[in-house]
């Protein structure tokens, strides 16, 4: 079975700045899907950024962008320009792409990030 | 944009009581998905749904629960009767044939009292 580690239970960055958080996960499959989701404290699960793993190119979403390292099975979000509507828990979620497009999401633990003035 | 929606907001109950949980999927979407996070937890996966049967379903997804499509439009999770430990938000999600993302309605909050 796959798991998702996120190791920070919290983060703090300061408006403007850039900030990373950390995900990794476990699995023995070749080809998946990597996503990170943001929980405002509306609690909607909102997309930030998706990663196919067969890609090599890092995707970038705006601001948003990873950092995946397939070998050290290592996928993490940088945030630039850190805005107050950035303050949300953040999901690290895997997804196979083998077993069909019906495949659930395992989600890590969660990173909950503070900005501050 | 097309949304998922998801009724109600917030449920509360008594312990014991059956409750049923309303999702409308986006429109052209064929993969539905229940999850659940207990406050403070991670989202836990319970079951998908295609073609008007389960796909897979997790350890969480006992008996208790069941999984329904009774028309084009609602995907309902019905809870028979409820225990204290299943107080949590539910979240529903659904999935276009032949992309990776899903994307999820704003979750049903679940009190059981």
């Known amino acids: 079975a796959q798991t998702v580690t996120q190791s920070q239970p919290e983060m703090s960055v300061q408006e403007a700045e850039t900030v990373t958080l950390s995900c990794t996960y476990d699995t023995s499959e070749s080809d998946y899907y990597l996503f990170w989701y943001k929980q405002p404290p509306s609690r909607q699960m909102i997309l930030v950024i998706r990663?196919?793993?067969?890609?090599?190119q890092n995707a970038t979403e705006n601001r948003f962008s990873v950092n995946f390292q397939k070998a050290a099975k290592s996928f993490s979000l940088k945030i630039s320009d850190s805005q107050l509507g950035d303050a949300a828990m953040y999901f690290c979620?895997?997804?196979?792409?083998?077993?069909?497009?019906?495949?659930?999401?395992?989600f890590g633990t969660g990173t909950r990030l503070q900005v501050t003035l | 944009e097309p949304e998922v929606t998801q009724t109600p907001s917030h449920q509360v109950t008594q312990m014991g009581q059956e409750v049923i949980l309303r999702c409308v999927p986006i429109s052209n979407h064929l993969y539905f998905y229940w999850y659940r996070q207990i406050l403070g937890q991670k989202v836990e996966f319970l079951v998908s749904?295609?073609?008007?049967?389960?796909?897979?379903k997790s350890e969480i997804f006992d008996d208790q629960f069941s999984v329904e499509r009774p028309d084009g439009s609602n995907f309902t999770l019905k809870i028979r009767s409820t225990k204290l430990e299943d107080s949590a938000m539910y979240f529903c999600?659904?999935?276009?044939?032949?992309?990776?993302?899903?994307?999820f309605g704003p979750g049903t909050r679940l009190t059981v009292l």
């Open positions: 990663q196919e793993a067969y890609k090599q």
């Open positions: 979620a895997y997804r196979s792409s083998d077993t069909g497009t019906a495949s659930k999401l395992t």
């Open positions: 749904f295609y073609n008007n049967e389960i796909s897979e």
């Open positions: 999600a659904s999935l276009w044939q032949g992309l990776a993302t899903q994307y």
